[in-house]
């Protein structure tokens, strides 16, 4: 299975940006996905899931009600609309999978697949 991001690059603080992610070699629409960030020097953190077919979908605290992600399997592909950006919110940003598409996880070590990620940049 074969991840790749796109989208990330250079923002104003309180601007917006949209990451996308396409999935080939596997059944993506029987995958939970989620987005996780590293930041430099920081651990790798949990940012946003969604099941299988979009039955459900969580959030760190931090970006609620500023980020939402969403999937349109007919295009094998996972987006993470992201509002109101911070400069907090800098960070290559990972879009990975799961084969347990209805359970949601918030450990990185629980997800089968990556992608390569993308820099998103918040200048302040």
């Known amino acids: 299975v074969q991840l790749v991001e796109s989208g990330g690059g250079l923002v104003q603080a309180g601007g917006s940006l949209r990451l996308s992610c396409v999935g080939s070699g596997g059944t993506f629409s029987t995958y939970a996905m989620s987005w996780f960030r590293q930041a430099p020097g920081k651990e790798r953190e949990f940012v946003a899931a969604i099941t299988r077919a979009g039955y459900k979908t969580h959030y760190t605290d931090s970006v609620k009600e500023r980020f939402a992600i969403s999937r349109d399997d007919a295009k094998n592909t996972v987006y993470l609309q992201m509002n109101s950006l911070k400069p907090e919110d800098t960070a290559v940003y990972y879009c990975?999978?799961?084969?347990?598409?209805?359970?949601?996880?918030?450990?990185?070590?629980?997800?089968?697949?990556w992608g390569q990620g993308t820099q998103v940049t918040v200048s302040s």
């Open positions: 990975v999978g799961r084969r347990n598409g209805l359970n949601l996880q918030v450990r990185h070590t629980e997800y089968e697949y």
